[in-house]
């Protein structure tokens, strides 16, 4: 089942083959067969389909086919589909086709759709990250993190 599907998502309904709990934290690259759900914290990148719990961080890059945030994500995002829950937080260039914003949900950065079709605007995406970290470095953007 798709996120975009008239029904929400059940995490339980979800094909997870990876389950990265509460308090473990992992520092590197994940690649899965099928979607994998982040409790914890990753300091790095995903490459799949993701569920990020509400207490799941990734500090890192995420692309991925399907993309559910509950947690917090500081790093570029490059999705077909993305969903962002009302507790969800992201700090980031996002690259996608479609995208849903819960009330409450929390996104500082870019955005950039595209088609089927076309492939992300990497170039897009990579001056946007740039005016980010000056941002940054000018304290204009506060920093996400959990609570």
Request: some cysteine.
């Amino acid at each position: 089942m798709g996120i975009f599907s008239g029904k929400k998502p059940n995490l339980s309904e979800q094909n997870i083959s990876t389950l990265i709990g509460d308090g473990c934290v992992i520092n590197g690259h994940i690649r899965a067969k099928d979607y994998v759900r982040i409790d914890g914290m990753l300091e790095g990148t995903v490459d799949l389909g993701l569920i990020l719990g509400e207490k799941g961080v990734i500090n890192g890059d995420v692309k991925a086919q399907e993309i559910i945030v509950y947690g917090t994500i500081n790093g570029d995002l490059y999705a077909e589909k993305l969903e962002i829950k009302s507790s969800g937080r992201i700090k980031g260039a996002i690259s996608t086709q479609k995208i849903e914003v819960e009330e409450g949900a929390i996104y500082n950065g870019s955005i950039s759709m595209h088609t089927e079709d076309a492939k992300p605007n990497k170039q897009l995406i990579e001056l946007n990250r740039k005016q980010l970290d000056t941002k940054k470095e000018l304290n204009m953007t506060p920093e996400i993190t959990q609570e």
